[in-house]
């Protein structure tokens, strides 16, 4: 099986950059998308397909792949960018499936 | 704005089978994927399978034997049914839109707990 691999958390001041990874065996040939979940709600999609950004999302939420690892940076950090976040990828094999990363705890300082 | 919400019983009997519905709204059901995916609690989230509104599905190969996914065009509607329950499937169970094989998941439901306990 394949194996996406998240700090448990990281930490931030306000105002400075998060930076959230997601490790996988060659995860650059594959395209990553990444959720945001907040206590007691269902996940919001932030990124997809690496890089892009759903409508309403905000320009600070950015995303890059390459090599091992899968990059979630949050710009300009806000209070109410604390959550959970999760990778996601499609994993072909003979019996495919989307598997997601361990997720990491984004704290606010 | 598609909106899709999760119903069925908040309580399962060990051994027995944990049946759940989404309805979707809000936009058809055809041409996009629809999935499941759990999450049980303190922990992440699990992709437990989807289906296309021809009927087609994939499932996740570790739940494979146990899971069946439905949908019904006709009321808007899919399902999901995983047999042989235990404590260990106890989880929140959100349904949610799938854009393609491979695509993300663009809209959720806001989820429901489903309890297995005798």
């Known amino acids: 099986s394949y194996v996406l691999t998240q700090p448990p958390s990281v930490s931030v001041a306000p105002g400075k950059t998060a930076r959230i990874t997601c490790g996988g065996d060659?995860?650059?040939?594959?395209?990553v998308h990444w959720y945001q979940q907040k206590p007691g709600q269902a996940p919001v999609l932030v990124i997809y397909y690496d890089s892009d950004r759903p409508s309403g999302i905000p320009e600070r939420f950015s995303g890059s792949n390459s090599g091992n690892t899968a990059t979630l940076t949050i710009s300009r950090v806000e209070a109410g960018d604390e959550a959970d976040y999760y990778c996601q990828v499609w994993y072909t094999s003979s019996d495919p499936l989307y598997v997601f990363g361990t997720g990491t705890k984004v704290t606010v300082l | 704005q598609v909106q899709l919400q999760e119903s069925g019983p908040g309580l399962v009997k060990p051994s027995e089978t944990l049946s759940l519905t989404c309805s979707v709204s809000?936009?058809?059901?055809?041409?996009?994927?629809w999935s499941w995916i759990r999450q049980p609690p303190g922990k992440g989230l699990e992709w437990i399978g989807y289906i296309y509104d021809n009927g087609r599905t994939t499932y996740n190969p570790s739940l494979k034997s146990r899971v069946t996914i439905s949908v019904d065009t006709s009321k808007n509607q899919f399902s999901l049914r995983l047999s042989s329950v235990t404590a260990a499937d106890t989880a929140v169970y959100y349904c949610?839109?799938?854009?393609?094989?491979?695509?993300?998941?663009?809209?959720w439901g806001q989820g429901t707990l489903v309890t297995v306990s005798s």
């Open positions: 060659n995860i650059g040939s594959k395209s």
């Open positions: 949610a839109r799938t854009r393609g094989i491979g695509a993300e998941t663009d809209y």
């Open positions: 809000g936009g058809s059901i055809s041409s996009y994927y």
